[in-house]
């Protein structure tokens, strides 16, 4: 079964991760933390903006869908107008339809294990490096 599962990728990155529910953010910086990642915590895309600005070495962002002062989708928007190169994992409760995003970025349901999560950092990075 080991052999089905893609590797986790062990290079350490800049995470901002975007998620209002304290608690899912506080597992996902936990996971992060432990594989060696440093995620940067925001509970709301204001703090999502600021932190962007404060982080240009940021290369992966993990944002919430569904958020009250702002969708998921709308923050990464005005993220990619910086112009900076970054991947994108959201995370939302509901079904995705197909429509989130772009081509590249990476859908995360809930609930999820650590390990899910991990492999979608890992599966991003990899993307990465096919590209360049």
Not at 15 to 43: C, Q, S
């Amino acid at each position: 079964p080991d052999a089905t599962r893609p590797e986790l990728t062990d290079v350490s990155q800049e995470i901002l991760v975007v998620e209002d529910e304290p608690l899912v953010a506080a597992v996902i910086a936990r996971t992060l933390e432990r594989k060696g990642h440093r995620p940067l915590l925001a509970h709301r895309p204001s703090e999502a903006l600021r932190l962007w600005e404060a982080h240009p070495s940021v290369a992966l962002v993990i944002c919430d869908v569904s958020m009250a002062e702002m969708q998921g989708p709308e923050l990464v928007q005005l993220l990619r107008q910086s112009g900076r190169e970054f991947r994108v994992i959201y995370v939302t409760g509901y079904q995705p339809d197909g429509s989130l995003g772009e081509p590249g970025d990476r859908i995360l349901t809930k609930p999820f294990s650590p390990r899910d999560l991990l492999q979608a950092v890992s599966a991003s990075a990899r993307q990465t490096e096919r590209a360049s």
